[in-house]
């Protein structure tokens, strides 16, 4: 068994909710998969040949208000942002997800349910080296006043994060946050959120049909409109961090470097990565294969440069 190996899910989960923006019921089924097969939905509710969707930063469509994938059939799931987030923290790079509708359930608007579930079957480690994609190069994207960058980082993902909300209530935060040495429970256990000004729109254009104060926060004012209030003095930010890493684990592998960004989102990110694996010496996909130890005894993986 390789000390830094690809890992799946022990068991099969199944979990049941409700769509965020189209408001149907939906079951989950998680189920474990062989090395190199990498995260796939599969819809089961179209025919086979149409059913199978990657879940790849390529397969992106209108990242808008969520992340939803598509394939060459037109057949979509949305909303994985949040599951997606879970694999990534939780080290699982080979799964097969399946889904009877055509978005991922929002649960109570976190991550929670997802992590809590795959914590309560556990993680298989499986017999091949776990790949990361290595940050050669610095790459940016503004779109007037937002932006996003990604830099080298070696074997760690840093999200530095600002939010610039002209609520009273939200107004601008930041957080960096680091995954080697950082507590996740707070990034998975915070809430989607949006301001109350702002729901007769986002119903205008057919989304948040699922959406209630069970499954977000809602924001009027300087007053949070949710009887139970934040779990989290930052929580606005932390979901902002965890929307993005659900968004970032659509590298196909699990990716270090450090990123940087103002008032970011699902499209700024999808168009970072695009940007990003459109040119080779920005990146190198690369083996965790060799333990060594850095003059402190601590055991750090020695990456080895692979083929993509």
Request: glycine share 6%.
């Amino acid at each position: 068994m390789h000390p830094f190996s690809q890992k799946t899910i022990k068991e099969e989960i199944q979990l049941e909710g409700v769509g965020l923006h189209n408001g149907k019921e939906v079951k989950l089924t998680l189920k474990p998969s062989d090395i190199n097969s990498g995260i796939i939905f599969k819809r089961t509710d179209v025919e086979d040949l149409k059913s199978i969707i990657e879940a790849n930063y390529k397969n992106v469509s209108s990242p808008i208000l969520c992340t939803k994938i598509k394939n060459s059939y037109d057949v979509s799931v949305s909303t994985i942002e949040h599951l997606m987030a879970v694999f990534y923290g939780e080290g699982i790079d080979n799964v097969l997800v399946e889904i009877d509708a055509s978005e991922v359930p929002i649960m109570d608007g976190s991550s929670f349910d997802f992590a809590e579930a795959i914590r309560s079957v556990g993680t298989q480690d499986q017999n091949a080296p776990k790949k990361i994609i290595k940050v050669l190069k610095k790459v940016s994207v503004t779109d007037g006043p937002k932006h996003i960058s990604i830099e080298p980082l070696d074997n760690d993902l840093i999200i530095d994060f600002e939010i610039v909300y002209k609520n009273p209530l939200i107004r601008t935060r930041r957080k960096e946050f680091k995954f080697s040495s950082g507590d996740l429970t707070p990034i998975y256990n915070s809430k989607t959120f949006c301001l109350y000004e702002d729901i007769d729109n986002i119903k205008s254009l057919g989304l948040a049909k699922g959406g209630s104060l069970e499954n977000a926060i809602v924001v009027s004012g300087s007053r949070i409109l949710n009887n139970d209030g934040l779990r989290y003095r930052d929580e606005f930010v932390n979901h902002k961090i965890l929307d993005c890493l659900g968004d970032l684990m659509l590298s196909g592998n699990r990716i270090f470097g450090h990123i940087k960004t103002s008032q970011g989102g699902h499209q700024l990110t999808n168009t970072l990565l695009k940007k990003f694996f459109s040119d080779k010496s920005n990146w190198e996909l690369q083996n965790f294969d060799v333990k060594q130890k850095d003059e402190k005894g601590n055991i750090t993986p020695n990456p080895i440069a692979v083929s993509a």
